[in-house]
């Protein structure tokens, strides 16, 4: 009989993808369900993104690369990190990979030993923590409040670190929160840091262009050049330019840890893509001009989501700075009951009772590891969003 390993026993399919294929069930058996699951951006990707792809395929760039990005890729994103973020790497300090998701589990693949410690401020992308266990370490889960923005404080950031701590996962703007660190935010964090120099600092900015109302992104290897050689700086294409599908993401960060990273991308899958590797780079050197249009269409779709939600009885809705997802609290639902005579016990059951009645699929804060909040992925037709928050609004209004 099968038997999986213990690396992967207890780790489950994630939650998200579980609903979606809950919703895409439904829809199939004929019911008109709204999924607001999804992690992903609703344009296109830009077309001179995909006419590099073309030319790359007619001049033959079909085969294998440099393991961890071609040179013409890695200075692709030395220069992204120039122009948007002020920081100066050398080739040797930069990763490729298939997904910033590739480049943070290389991260901990290479790093973590059994009992290493990885500091996750909660709520937080729920892959972090499967990704640290299966290296073989321990995710110390941190709380934060939505009263600070979810934001971690440098006090229970301090109450976590012990000897065995390796790295602080940072996640601005988040998912799912859409939360994120000004300078302000971050100063006390840092500063933290520089007092405990065995921690190390993994910051994924995978939605740093998707930020409202002037907020001004920063990146903490840019505001403490101190701590510089102990941080890993994330990021990738997917999001920003519409680029799920092709996989690439990228880190840059001390050359020890990047060599340490290609060891692991060696014997797994190698080099990323090498026609993505081509799309990627006129992503991040081409024009970047359309990134504020969608910028702003996400916005508008976000202000759509929050007043919507806020105007419903027993739901509260903060106003996030980035990314495409609304997190807010259905505290206010806890208790009720539905017409079916099912009292709503916690946010899972919300969210199920959103399902079957509203026939809207959102994700319950659970899977995130906060409750009672439940997650919405706005990136998608504002018409749709409409008809999502009216079902939604009248199946609140159905709770006794
Ligand atoms: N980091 C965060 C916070 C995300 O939400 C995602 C995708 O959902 C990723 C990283 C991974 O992005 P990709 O592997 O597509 O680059």
Redesign the pocket.
């Known amino acids: 009989p099968f038997r999986a390993a213990a690396r992967i026993a207890d780790i489950g399919v994630s939650e998200i993808l579980q609903i979606g294929a809950r919703a895409a069930a439904m829809r199939r058996e004929g019911h008109n369900v709204i999924i607001l699951g999804a ?1 992903e951006p609703d344009f296109d990707t830009p077309d001179p993104v995909k006419e590099a792809a073309f030319r790359a395929m007619r001049r033959g760039e079909t085969k294998y690369t440099a393991l961890d990005g071609s040179a013409a890729m890695k200075e692709a994103v030395r220069e992204k990190f120039r122009r948007d973020n002020g920081l100066d790497f050398s080739t040797g300090e930069i990763s490729v990979s ?5 480049v ?1 589990f290389n991260a901990f693949m290479a790093t973590l030993d059994p009992g290493d410690e990885v500091i996750v401020p909660t709520p937080y ?1 729920t ?1 972090y923590a499967d990704m640290i266990r299966i290296a073989g370490g321990v995710p110390v889960l941190v709380a934060c409040d939505a009263a600070n923005g979810f934001r971690l404080t440098a006090a229970s950031l301090e109450r976590a670190i012990t000897p065995a701590t390796r790295w602080l996962m940072l ?1 601005s703007p ?2 799912p929160t859409g939360a994120a660190y000004s300078e302000a935010d971050y100063r006390p964090l840092l500063d933290m840091l520089l007092n405990h120099p065995h921690v190390w600092l993994l910051a ?1 900015d ?2 740093e262009h998707i930020v409202y109302d002037g907020f001004r992104f920063v990146t903490p290897a840019a505001l403490e050049p101190a701590i510089r050689d102990r941080i890993l700086t ?1 990021n ?4 920003a330019y519409a680029m ?1 599908g092709w ?3 990228y880190g840059a960060g001390p050359a020890t840890l990047i060599k340490a990273m290609s060891v692991v991308q060696s014997q797994s899958t190698s080099n990323p893509s090498s026609i993505s590797q081509a799309a990627a780079i006129e992503a991040l050197t081409g024009s970047q001009d359309y990134l504020v249009e969608r910028r702003d269409s996400f916005r508008i779709r976000r202000d759509l989501i929050v007043d919507g939600l806020n105007a419903i009885d027993g739901i509260d809705c903060p106003c996030p700075q980035g990314a495409f997802y609304t997190f807010a609290s259905c505290a206010g639902m806890l208790g009720r009951t539905t017409p079916q005579g099912r009292k709503i016990e916690s946010d899972r059951d919300f969210c199920a009772y959103l399902l079957t009645e509203a026939r809207v699929a959102v994700v319950p804060g659970s899977a995130f590891g906060a409750s009672p909040f439940f997650r919405i992925s706005y990136a998608t037709s504002q018409e749709e969003l409409r008809e999502a928050l009216t079902r939604i609004a009248a199946a609140c209004a159905a709770l006794a």
Not at 98 to 102: E, L, P, R, S
């Open positions: 992690g298939a997904g910033a998701k590739q943070i992308w892959s996640n988040s998912n994924d995978i939605y994330v990738g294409v997917s999001k799920t996989r690439i993401g």
